[in-house]
């Protein structure tokens, strides 16, 4: 086996020149990096969906906002967390706008960027979940954790107000 260590070194600096070279010459394929979340990531966002997630995100378009998404799929649930951020010209004009989801349910959530308000959301018959919608400077962000599972044993109620709490420190705190 040591016999074969340079015969490996060598090989794989070849296959390291080839990918490089590839590059260069304009082939993307094996030069792209997947996308990934500027505000969490997968692994803080798989620790608070109660294990490994997906995730997708969406660049922000002329006038839209970013997003991310990752996605818990178990055998009969599906826990989502998403993050949307917008950069908005009258963000605290934005901000009671999209705040108008919540209802009178909502409640200011301290130390959590500028003006963050908590609800509930997608509280359907087989789904429930929480929200977050705050702003920090001109970045309006929204946070959602819902589970489609009603009693799910690891998003309780009480759980789902803990980790999107978690999740909202993490994303404003990435924005500052």
Same mark, same amino acid.
């Given at each position: 086996? $040591?016999? #074969?260590?340079?015969? +490996?070194?060598? /090989?794989?600096?070849?296959? *390291?020149?080839? /990918?490089?070279?590839?590059? +260069?010459?304009?082939?993307?394929?094996?030069?792209? $990096?997947?996308?990934?979340?500027?505000?969490? #990531?997968?692994?803080?966002?798989?620790?608070?969906? &109660?294990?490994?997630?997906?995730?997708?995100?969406?660049?922000?378009?002329? &006038?839209?906002? /970013? $997003?991310?998404?990752?996605?818990?799929?178990?055998?009969?649930?599906?826990?989502?967390?998403?993050?949307?951020?917008?950069?908005? *010209?009258?963000?605290?004009?934005?901000?009671?706008?999209?705040?108008?989801?919540?209802?009178?349910?909502?409640? $200011?959530?301290?130390?959590?960027? #500028?003006?963050? +308000?908590?609800?509930?959301?997608?509280?359907? %018959?087989?789904?429930?979940?929480?929200?977050?919608?705050?702003?920090?400077?001109?970045?309006?962000?929204?946070?959602?954790?819902?589970?489609?599972? %009603? #009693?799910?044993?690891?998003?309780?109620?009480?759980? +789902?107000? /803990?980790?999107?709490?978690?999740?909202?420190?993490?994303?404003?705190?990435?924005?500052?």
């Amino acid at each position: 086996m $040591a016999d #074969n260590v340079p015969d +490996l070194k060598k /090989a794989s600096q070849r296959i *390291g020149r080839i /990918a490089l070279g590839l590059c +260069l010459i304009g082939l993307p394929t094996p030069c792209r $990096a997947a996308s990934t979340c500027a505000w969490i #990531n997968e692994a803080t966002a798989s620790g608070l969906l &109660g294990g490994e997630a997906a995730s997708e995100v969406t660049e922000a378009a002329s &006038g839209q906002s /970013a $997003a991310c998404t990752f996605t818990r799929q178990g055998d009969r649930f599906r826990r989502i967390l998403r993050v949307t951020v917008e950069i908005a *010209g009258d963000p605290h004009a934005r901000l009671g706008l999209i705040a108008q989801t919540c209802g009178a349910d909502a409640a $200011a959530l301290r130390a959590i960027g #500028n003006e963050a +308000l908590i609800c509930a959301a997608n509280e359907q %018959k087989n789904q429930m979940g929480e929200r977050v919608v705050g702003r920090v400077r001109d970045q309006v962000f929204t946070i959602t954790i819902d589970t489609t599972l %009603k #009693n799910d044993p690891v998003l309780t109620r009480d759980e +789902l107000k /803990a980790r999107i709490y978690t999740a909202a420190e993490q994303v404003s705190g990435n924005l500052f």
